[in-house]
């Protein structure tokens, strides 16, 4: 049997706060418009050297910009809602994961200095942490009353 110490659950509570606070703070440079996105996508398609993603970016996420940009903002937005909630916490830290992943391997490559691309990584540990850890102490999910289906 694995014991936890006592400050087990308020700390992976700030974890899940803080990586649901990130994915706020991103989507809400999104809610005015998603329009500032198609240069990053267009950028991170023409740059990317990962053969095959590179292709798939060009060929796909490129040509339907808009409906890509406006998914990952729906997306950012109902992940941190979760998190930050305590809500659905792994599925939504699950979520944050392939988002990371996204941003990471895209965007990530923009970006000329490896100290600065370590953030996108960090993103992916983050949301990991919620996903091994699960929601903390201080959760939404463990108030009596909330239907099991919300719970993680």
Known sequence: ???RSPSAGPLQAAIRIGAGLYWLYFASRAWNGVAWMQPLMVQ???QNPIPGLHELL???VVPHW???ALAFAVAQTLVGLLLLLGLLCRW???VGVLLALCLAL???F???ELGRRWLFYLAVLVNLACVVGGPGALAGERLRG???WLRS
């Open 44 to 46: 991170s398609a023409v």
């Open 110 to 112: 923009l970006e000329p």
């Open 58 to 60: 060009l060929q796909v």
């Open 92 to 94: 939504a830290a699950w």
């Open 1 to 3: 049997m694995i014991s």
């Open 106 to 108: 895209t965007v990530g």
């Open 146 to 148: 909330v239907p099991r």
């Open 66 to 68: 808009f409906g890509f």
